[in-house]
């Protein structure tokens, strides 16, 4: 996983904003949409969960490649 390799790094604040955006942003509007909008109820849920771990993979996988990662201090 490529948060957990990035957080090892040092780039913490990073890992954690874009979980925390994530989560609020697309795992809970998704799972209102799925689960409410679309009547898809508990597997709405569930679709939401894994679109918002699709979407913050993406996220850690362009930072990754980006290298800005590197730069980060450790204790």
Known sequence: MFSKGLRAAGDVKFTVLWSLITTIGVRLLASVLFAIVFD????????????????RAVVFYIRFRGGKWKSCRLI
């Open 40 to 55: 898809m109820g508990v597997i709405g849920i569930a679709f939401a969960m894994s679109l918002d771990w699709c979407v």
